[in-house]
């Protein structure tokens, strides 16, 4: 019930384009849903995140969708640039705590 | 700020010697979290701490793991007998407060031979 479901592994995307990467959970009582960023030797950084009374965050290029009665959501890049290529970790707190529990990861790769 | 500082980068040692790492937080962060990252079971949550106190430790793998918090601007993860299988990168990462943007170290590299 504690796992976060992390897809796909990884992701080619060709500059412009967009990148798209699903998670999904099992534990309703998360609530608390942030994405990190994380670039080789470095550690991750936080780069937007979402509370489930809302269905959509935007920031910038990066939209979060959250569907909660699927216990889905996820994490749209637009306009994808090779600057954006780096590892995306999606996470979820359990209610009532501070932890963050980590998806698997996504490798992203952005191409000219 | 300087960000969250851990160290050593790296660290090579051979099996059963005692290693330690260390974390220096953001001042002024009240939580403290230690978590490991390999690529067989992602990033792992070990132990986290608030106001230098352990609040949950149910992902330190076994007793040979120990993390200590003796003041607000230093904490350690002591493996005493180190093991192969705990060849990882250790990240240390703080926040301000409760629920708060958690800002990662660099990370330390271990390799145990």
């Known amino acids: 019930q504690q796992q976060v479901k992390q897809s796909p592994q990884s992701l080619i995307v060709q500059k412009g384009g967009i990148s798209i990467i699903n998670c999904a959970y099992e534990?309703?009582?998360?609530?608390?849903f942030p994405w990190y960023q994380q670039f080789p030797g470095k550690g991750p950084a936080l780069l937007i995140a979402i509370r489930p009374d809302v269905s959509e965050k935007k920031e910038g290029r990066f939209t979060i969708s959250f569907n909660k009665s699927a216990k889905q959501f996820s994490l749209h890049i637009m306009d994808s640039q090779p600057g954006d290529s780096a590892t995306y970790f999606c996470?979820?707190?359990?209610?009532?705590?501070?932890?963050?529990?980590f998806g698997t990861g996504t490798r992203l790769q952005v191409f000219p | 700020d300087a960000g969250v500082i851990q160290s050593p980068r790296h660290e090579v040692t051979e099996m059963g010697q005692e290693v330690t790492l260390r974390c220096k937080p953001i001042?002024?962060?009240?939580?403290l979290f230690w978590y490991r990252q390999t690529m067989m079971r992602g990033l792992e949550l070990l132990i986290y701490?608030?106001?230098?106190?352990?609040?949950?430790d149910s992902g330190m793998p076994e007793d040979r793991f120990s993390a200590k918090m003796p003041n607000a601007s230093f904490s350690t993860l002591k493996i005493q007998p180190s093991e192969p299988r705990d060849s990882a990168v250790y990240f240390c990462?703080?926040?301000?407060?409760?629920?708060?943007?958690?800002?990662f170290g660099p990370g330390t590299r271990l390799t145990v031979l």
């Open positions: 534990n309703t009582a998360f609530d608390y």
């Open positions: 996470a979820a707190t359990p209610g009532g705590t501070d932890k963050l529990i």
């Open positions: 990462a703080s926040s301000l407060s409760r629920r708060d943007t958690q800002y």
């Open positions: 701490f608030n106001n230098n106190v352990p609040i949950d």
């Open positions: 001042s002024g962060h009240d939580y």
